[in-house]
């Protein structure tokens, strides 16, 4: 497999075009490190080189687990990440974007997943309670001290990131350099109408999380929500994407894939991954034959012809 490697906005970061995440599955649904390890494997073996993790995984379990098989590989072939926000504990401290919790967290997620610094480190979500200028400050200061190379965020918007970069450009501190949005087929407007068009204003990457709509566009739940899937275990999950309307779009989209030669997943996800402006497009898999199978998606073509039939399809919903 050839797989492609894209600049990390206008860094010089390369990071492929499809990357690996754990995220509501290693030490979630998958807990057996076997199975985590021949997973990652394939995934290093056919060109990912850009892993994403988060303190808040499992608990922690999902950066222990990937970082026990992470650390079988070049650490300079690899560019790992993290995130900080969440709650971590009962603590009043142990959440959010404070100098205290960025500064506590950052060095128990490098023990955890057993490096000595991440290339990116996430903002997992804005901090309304905490000066934007404290939370970039201390990002600046992890920079300088070499335990990350580069920060972002996630599920930021347009007016939180417009003014990280005003107050890092004003104050000369390290600028976000990449944004994680939810993106894919069913969920575009906030996308594309804010943040990719803010992007390249500013020379940021974008790497999609849920490209498959946690699992929606697979088909996965044509007959029905499984027991244990993450529709079953997470209800705001199951009211955003199920629904008669979404599940009526399936049908034609299965017979779209069809004929294009591929699965439903792996159509969601070079779909994704073509779209102007992103720079890498997030999977995830709970087995083997499931990375394999989304993986192929890098070999996939989308010309204009096959990108406007899924527009057609899937047009931006006002209300995403």
Known sequence: MNMEYRALGNCGLKVSKLSFGGWATFGETVKD??????ILRHAYESGVN?????????????ER????????????RLVLTSKVFWPASEDVNDCGLSRKHIMESIEKSLKRIGVDYLDIYYCHRFDEHTPLEETIRAMDDLVHQGKILYWGSSEW??????????????????RPQVEQPMYNLLVRKKVETTILPLAKKTGMGVVSYSPLASGFLTGKYDQGIPDESRFSRMEFLRDWFYNQHNIQKLNRFKKIA???????????LAWTAAQPGISSVLTGATRVD???DNLKAAEIEINAELNQELNELFPVDPTS
């Open 33 to 38: 490190q076997q199975t985590v390890s021949e």
């Open 65 to 76: 687990m990937m970082g026990k098989v992470l650390g079988e590989f070049p650490r300079h």
């Open 157 to 174: 918007n347009a007016q939180q990131l417009t003014e990280a970069h005003a107050i890092a450009n004003f104050r000369n501190l390290y």
């Open 258 to 268: 069809a004929e294009v030669g591929c699965s439903r997943a792996q159509l969601a």
């Open 290 to 292: 499931q990375i394999k």
């Open 50 to 62: 850009f892993f994403d993790m988060a303190d808040i995984y499992g608990g922690g379990e999902s």
